[in-house]
C-alpha cells in the first residue's frame, strides 16, 4: 500500500519560505507524478504543481514565479518550497500521486497545516 | 486555465436518497474527469476516474457520466458515510483545476 507523509514547520513568517517533504512509501517514486495540492481552512482544493521523477515539472502559473520542486528518488522523497509567503499561503497542504500524465490523484498525503505568521 | 462549476455548492438529503451533483468545464477536456469525497479534517479520496470509472473499492452506488464539458456524478442511494464534500477535478491539462465543491447534508 502506497503511503505518503508531508513533514514541515507548521508556522513560517511572513516573506519568510515555506518548505515541505513528502516521503512515500510501499513503492518506489519512480516512473509517476508527484504533486502539491492546499486547501485554506473551509475552502477548496487549489493545485500547486507536479513533477515528473525525471525532473520535468509543471506549476500553477498562479504561484509559478514562488514555487519550485524538486524529486529525490535516492530517498524517495520530493519537496516544496514556497518563497515570500503572505497569510494567504496558510493552508493544509498535501501531497500526492498522479498515476500517469492525465491521470487522477490516486494517493494522498494525510495533508500538514502550515500557519504565515509572525 | 479551465474553469471548473460544480451545482449544487450545498445539497440537504436523506438517507435512501438518490443524488446528482453535476459539473460543468470552461471547454471541452474529453472524459479526463474525475470526482473525489473529502470528510472533514481528511484528505480527498477518489472515486470516479475519467469521468465514469468507478476507482477500486468504491461502492457501485457511486456513478458518473458525461463528456465534453458537462459530467454528473450519481449517488443511487445515499448511505450516512456518504455525507462529505463532493469535487470535481479536470486532468485534461495542466494547472489542474477542481470545482469549487459540493458539500452534501443529512436532511
Known amino acids: 500500500q502506497v503511503q505518503l507523509q508531508e513533514s514541515g514547520p507548521g508556522l513560517v513568517k511572513p516573506s519568510e519560505t515555506l518548505s515541505l517533504n513528502c516521503t512515500v512509501s510501499g513503492d518506489s517514486i519512480s516512473s509517476y507524478y508527484w504533486s502539491w495540492i492546499r486547501q485554506p481552512a473551509g475552502k477548496g482544493l487549489e493545485w500547486i504543481g507536479r513533477?515528473?521523477?525525471?525532473?520535468?515539472?509543471n506549476y500553477n502559473p498562479s504561484l509559478k514565479s514562488r514555487v519550485t520542486m524538486s524529486v529525490d528518488t535516492s530517498k524517495n522523497q520530493f519537496s516544496l518550497k514556497l518563497t515570500s509567503v503572505t497569510a494567504a499561503d496558510t493552508a493544509v497542504y498535501y501531497c500526492a500521486r498522479e498515476n500517469g500524465a492525465a491521470r487522477p490523484v490516486d494517493y494522498w498525503g494525510q495533508g500538514t497545516l502550515v500557519t504565515v505568521s509572525s | 486555465d479551465i474553469q471548473m462549476t460544480q451545482s449544487p455548492s450545498s445539497l440537504s438529503a436523506s438517507v435512501g436518497d438518490r443524488v446528482t451533483i453535476t459539473c460543468r468545464a470552461s471547454q471541452s477536456i474529453s472524459s479526463y474527469l474525475n470526482w473525489y469525497q473529502q470528510k472533514p479534517g481528511k484528505a480527498p479520496k477518489l472515486l470516479i476516474y475519467a469521468a465514469s470509472s468507478l476507482q477500486s473499492g468504491v461502492p457501485s452506488s457511486f456513478s458518473g457520466s458525461g463528456s465534453g464539458t458537462d459530467f454528473t456524478l450519481t449517488i443511487s442511494s445515499l448511505q450516512p458515510e456518504d455525507f462529505a464534500t463532493y469535487y470535481c477535478?479536470?486532468?485534461?491539462?495542466?494547472?489542474?483545476?477542481f470545482g469549487q465543491g459540493t458539500k452534501l447534508e443529512i436532511k
Open positions: 513533477i515528473y521523477t525525471s525532473g520535468n515539472v
Open positions: 477535478q479536470q486532468s485534461y491539462t495542466t494547472p489542474r483545476t
